[in-house]
């Protein structure tokens, strides 16, 4: 089958690797892709939310199912426009309708689908520029740190966190009244700090039947010992060592059952990823985001852990028959670290000369921010290249990603050497 995959960055060079080890699969198409992609798959260069050119490039090359890797399509509908139009509507879908996908699109829309689901989450209160006041009365009755969160999509910048009760209340009026994330911020959620270690956990679900895929550990911010600011994140590990069966066992029945059933009582038709961001409270789960796709880099690890042919995977949550698949999963370590451009998360240039990523031995390189420049393979993003390798222990893993990466250079090329410090 010829199959079609949203999305430009290391996510989706790592499904896109996966998909084209499938004996069923025939072409394999990415839109708009990079030069990872363009190695195993025919790049086509159009936006992951121009639904009408998709729709071209569907029809045109006869495209059986579509991936989709990011959020904004997700949010915006894409899934609902395929079946809303007649041509496409027997092209299945891997991501949720735009009803479901506000799990992620809404925070406040997140909160209340915990609430009403009894899934354990931190204390919270939502808040419009009507009723400022009594947000600032909220601010005052909690303890410090103040978390703050823009309800809708901040390209990973709408959350907050603060120390100080005046510069609280100073964030919480530039959000609603000054609009500090548009229209993301006409609603704002407050909630109690939750002191912890943060984890994910992933959940296929066909919109009846789940599987739950393994867990991560996402390194989001710039500098070693997790200090500066948040990237989309510089490196991960799979499976989270501390995530022991009871743990694990808790995260099941607390969290991923009471959400696959929640999606179905609450009618949120549901066929994709779900990714639940945890934290860890002293013995017990809770709830700190859902994303409604795989993360990144997490993709990086979790998915070549998974045994299983990855068309097949995803022809059973198209055809509802999830359950009915044996998941197979690699017991081994496997961890990334992401090389990036000098300068991000903050301005950075782009264009800059790959070198000796062929010589890797031994590691998975998956392609983030980059390009193809007169046949060159060059940086064309703040995060540009994934490095994955597998141990027996995340330590040996990572000494493989780190021996490997000395190999690789391209002009004030970045990345985090301290990965898995904390655990
Ligand atoms: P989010 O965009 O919701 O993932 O939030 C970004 C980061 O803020 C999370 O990864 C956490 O590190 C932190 N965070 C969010 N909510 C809380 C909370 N209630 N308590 C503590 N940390 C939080
Ligand atoms: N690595 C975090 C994310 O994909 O949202």
Excluded: C
Excluded at 234 to 256: C, L, N, T, Y
């Amino acid at each position: 089958m010829n199959i079609l995959i949203l999305g430009a960055g290391g996510r989706e060079h790592t499904i896109a690797w996966k998909l084209s080890q499938s004996p069923k699969l025939t072409q394999l198409f990415v839109a708009p892709g990079n030069a990872g992609t363009s190695e195993i798959a025919k790049n086509i260069p159009i936006g992951v939310t121009d639904f009408n050119e998709i729709k071209e490039a569907v029809l045109s090359n006869k495209i059986d199912m579509v991936i989709v890797g990011p959020e904004d399509p997700l949010v915006n509908g894409v899934h609902d426009y395929f079946l809303n139009d007649d041509k496409l509507k027997h092209v299945p879908v891997i991501g949720p309708q735009k009803a479901a996908a506000e799990l992620e699109g809404s925070k406040e829309f997140a909160k209340e689908f915990m609430m009403r689901h009894q899934i354990p989450t931190a204390a919270y209160q939502s808040f419009t520029s009507d009723n400022l006041k009594e947000g600032f009365e909220f601010l005052e009755n909690l303890n410090a740190p103040y978390v703050l969160k823009a309800d809708g999509l901040a390209a990973g910048k709408g959350v907050v966190i603060l120390d100080d009760l005046e510069k609280a209340k100073e964030e919480l009026r530039s959000m609603l009244v000054d609009k500090k994330f548009g229209s993301a911020s006409t609603t704002v959620v407050i909630e109690e700090f939750l002191a912890g270690i943060e984890l994910s956990v992933f959940v296929l679900t066909d919109g009846n039947g789940y599987k739950v895929l393994p867990t991560a550990k996402d390194y989001k911010r710039i500098g070693e010992g997790d200090v500066g600011l948040n990237t989309g994140g510089m490196g991960a590990i799979s499976p989270v060592p501390f995530a022991d069966q009871k743990f694990m066992d808790k995260i099941h029945e607390r969290i991923v059952v009471p959400t696959v059933e929640g999606l179905k009582k609450d009618h949120l038709p549901y066929k994709g990823f779900i990714f639940i961001g945890l934290i860890k409270v002293g013995d017990d789960p809770f709830v700190i985001e859902y994303n409604v796709r795989l993360g990144d880099p997490e993709t990086e690890v979790v998915v070549p852990r998974i045994k299983n042919d990855l068309v097949e995977v995803f022809q059973a949550v198209a055809s509802e028959q999830l359950n009915q698949l044996d998941l197979q999963l690699d017991d081994r370590t496997a961890t990334t670290v992401m090389l990036v451009s000098g300068g991000y998360p903050e301005a950075y240039e782009k264009g800059k000369e790959i070198s000796g990523y062929d010589q890797i031995e031994d590691s998975l390189v998956f392609h983030a921010g980059t390009t193809l420049n007169k046949g060159r393979v060059v940086t064309n993003g703040g995060r540009v290249m994934a490095i994955t390798s597998f141990g027996d222990d995340f330590k040996q893993a990572l000494k493989k990603s780190y021996q490997n990466i000395e190999k690789i250079s391209f002009d004030r090329m970045n990345y985090r050497s301290d990965i898995g410090f904390d655990l």
